[in-house]
C-alpha cells in the first residue's frame, strides 16, 4: 500500500506564494507520473500540473509562468510552488501519482490540502 501525503496548504494574501509538498510512503519499486490536481466549490477537479518520471512538465493554460512542478525522486516527493496567488485559485489541491510495483503500476491520491487565497 502506498500513501501520498500533501502539505504546504493554507491561506494567503493575493500576489503571495505558497509551496505545497507531497510525499510518497510504502511498499513500491520507483513513481512514475506524479500531477496536482484542484478542485473548487461545486466545479470539477482540475489538472493543475504533471511532470513525467524524467521531468518533462505540463501545466494548465490558467497557472502558466505562475506555478513550477517538480519532484525529488531521492526522497519520494512531488512539489507545486505557486506565485502570485491569485482568489480563484482557491481550492482543495490534491496530488496524484503513478506508483510502480514490480511490473505493474498503480494510481494514487493523496487526501487533498485546502488553499485559501484572499484578502
Known amino acids: 500500500q502506498v500513501q501520498l501525503v500533501e502539505s504546504g496548504g493554507g491561506l494567503v494574501q493575493p500576489g503571495g506564494s505558497l509551496r505545497l509538498s507531497c510525499a510518497a510512503s510504502?511498499?513500491?519499486?520507483?513513481?512514475?507520473?506524479m500531477g496536482w490536481y484542484r478542485q473548487a466549490p461545486g466545479k470539477e477537479r482540475e489538472l493543475v500540473a504533471h511532470?513525467?518520471?524524467?521531468?518533462?512538465?505540463n501545466y494548465a493554460d490558467s497557472v502558466k509562468g505562475r506555478f513550477t512542478i517538480s519532484r525529488d525522486n531521492a526522497k519520494n516527493t512531488g512539489y507545486l510552488q505557486m506565485n502570485s496567488l491569485k482568489p480563484e485559485d482557491t481550492a482543495v489541491y490534491y496530488c496524484?501519482?503513478?506508483?510502480?510495483?514490480?511490473?505493474?503500476?498503480?494510481?494514487?491520491w493523496g487526501q487533498g490540502t485546502q488553499v485559501t487565497v484572499s484578502s
Open positions: 510504502g511498499s513500491f519499486s520507483s513513481i512514475n507520473a
Open positions: 496524484n501519482a503513478d506508483v510502480r510495483y514490480y511490473v505493474r503500476q498503480y494510481n494514487y
Open positions: 511532470i513525467t518520471s524524467g521531468g518533462s512538465t
